[in-house]
């Protein structure tokens, strides 16, 4: 058979208007679109758009100094059908076109239930009273890492010592880390303006699977190296150049497939923090090629030990899938000092539509059914847990550390702190806000001090609400509502699902 480019019948998905009265011409808007959705024409003095081409990133309607410019979803629509809906027709046009794989990026926008939103925090009334987070000190710094079973002191010589061997641990000044997002799907000045921030904020960015660039080696006390199946940029210096290491084995948005840069975002920079030939994708592999077994996992873990002189804690980032529990409890065992979970809506550059929405489960049950576990093992104290995938707010933030976890990482929500719109287009190369691109004419819209500043003031926006949350409990430390799930109560959930998240419904 014989192929041919079949043309699109996909119809599109927005309509872009521009308000001929109100434009001024003064072509702004051509420049600023990453995806050429609208041009000048010369021929009629008018801003002309292509529908086919907007993907709703919203930068013309931003950057328009007249305000000139609507987007709307495309009226045009198929007859309804609840089965065959417009987005299962779209994509088998698509891939009747294409005969590919459906390509997509960020979280999941199905409409699964968001179970943050069906927990509901406790308050003190009379009898236990809140605290004023504004007059009394309220803490939120927790330490990453494994903590001793027991501690022994020496009291000889009238003086207390500590004989216990600790630990390294790392001190998160906010539980709130900065999540995987490699250098190569996101620019260098994102990066820049992570580290920057989470040296403010005295927290951690993580490096993801591509390796860290030269410049940022002066960053290392705020940043998590990864190790992924790829390992992209991984040598001895690297590993060193990190507060904390992580081996990666699994994320959120696309369990138990490898990672996919496409050849475009390998620019020369990024080659060589990844020591890959520029232009070339960037495939990792879905496994570890070395790891088949929890032995083979604990030999990785020892062997990244051994290369940082037992001065890091090492992670282990797994996607939350069925069996969670028992794959948490064989990572502890297997050494690691802290556990990553990566919840089925967590963000990525680029993945299978059908992995990002299909595969795996929420972060918020396999996180409850993670700590129970370690707890009911008695090992809870040997590794901390970090979980990310859907923490879009501090509230998330809250519901999470009472289920059980010791820190949360966010990816989406510090994207849109600088400025994403969520189109969910990362994976074209093409981000008109300078974020998911390597296009230097791109890349140069973010300024990472402005980046940083922004960073640092949704950390600090959200550190207030915590405290404040806390003050009403009565609780004056983010380490004494960890796992403290009587303070949640669920609402609108079914009895195996507060029994799997080990919370009373509301009224109990
Ligand atoms: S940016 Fe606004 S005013 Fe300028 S050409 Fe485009 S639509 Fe017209
Ligand atoms: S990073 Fe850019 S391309 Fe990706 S979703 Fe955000 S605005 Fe769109």
Excluded at 49 to 62: F, G, P
Excluded at 258 to 271: F, I, M, N, R, W
Excluded at 284 to 300: G, K, R, V
Excluded at 374 to 388: D, P
Aim: hydrophobic content about 40%.
């Amino acid at each position: 058979m014989t192929t041919v480019a079949l043309p699109s019948t996909v119809p599109p998905e927005f309509s872009v208007e521009v308000n001929d009265r109100k434009c001024v011409r003064c072509k702004k808007c051509t420049t600023e679109c990453g995806f050429g959705a609208v041009t000048y024409s010369k021929e009629f003095d008018c801003i002309i758009a292509d529908d086919s081409k907007c993907v709703a990133c919203l930068r013309c309607v931003t950057m328009c100094p007249k305000r000139a410019i609507r987007i709307e979803h495309n009226p045009l629509t198929f007859k309804p059908n609840a089965s065959f809906t417009d987005e299962i027709r779209k994509n088998i046009y698509k891939q009747a076109e294409s005969g590919g794989i459906l390509l997509t990026a960020m979280g999941t926008d199905k409409p699964y239930p968001i179970l943050w939103d069906h927990l509901l925090i406790d308050a003190c009334q009379v009898t236990n009273p809140s605290i004023d987070p504004l007059r009394e000190p309220m803490e939120l710094r927790t330490y990453l890492g494994k903590k001793p079973d027991k501690l022994e002191f020496d009291f000889s010589g009238g003086s207390l010592k500590l004989k216990t061997d600790l630990a390294p641990n790392f001190r998160l000044d906010i539980p709130v880390i900065f999540g995987a997002m490699s250098y190569g799907a996101i620019s260098y000045n994102v990066h820049k303006s992570l580290m920057l921030a989470a040296k403010e904020c005295g927290t951690l960015m993580n490096t993801g699977e591509g390796g860290l660039h030269r410049d940022f080696y002066q960053y290392k006390d705020n940043v998590i190296v990864q190790c992924a199946s790829g390992r992209f940029g991984v040598t001895e210096e690297y590993l060193n150049a990190g507060a904390l290491v992580e081996i990666k084995i699994g994320q959120g948005a696309k369990p138990g497939i490898g990672g996919h840069l496409p050849g475009e975002k390998v620019s020369e920079d990024v080659s060589k923090t990844r020591m890959i030939p520029v232009g070339t994708d960037a495939l990792s592999p879905a496994p570890h090629h070395d790891i088949y077994s929890i032995e083979d996992l604990s030999q990785l873990i020892y062997a990244l030990k051994e290369a940082t002189e037992y001065k890091k804690p090492v992670s282990v980032k797994v996607a939350a899938v069925h069996n969670i529990a028992a794959i948490c409890s064989g990572i502890v065992r297997a050494g690691a000092d802290i556990v990553t979970i990566d919840g089925f809506r967590g963000g990525t550059g680029s993945a299978p539509r059908i992995m990002r929405d299909n595969v795996g489960i929420p972060i918020e049950l396999a996180l409850a059914a993670v700590d129970d576990r370690l707890r009911a093992e008695g090992i809870r104290n040997q590794a901390s847990i970090v979980v990310g995938g859907g923490i879009r707010q501090s509230a998330d933030v809250v519901k999470a550390i009472a289920l059980g976890a010791d820190a949360v990482m966010i990816g989406t929500a510090a994207l849109v702190a600088l400025g994403c719109r969520v189109c969910q287009k990362c994976n074209t190369g093409n981000c008109s806000w300078g974020i998911a691109t390597q296009k230097p004419h791109l890349t140069a819209r973010l300024d990472p001090e402005i980046g940083a500043q922004r960073l640092t003031n949704l950390l600090s926006a959200w550190s207030h609400e915590i405290q404040e949350v806390l003050g009403a409990l009565g609780i004056n430390s983010v380490e004494s509502l960890r796992g403290n799930r009587e303070r949640l109560r669920g609402i609108g959930l079914d009895e195996k699902t507060l029994e799997i998240l080990g919370v009373k419904p509301a009224g109990r």
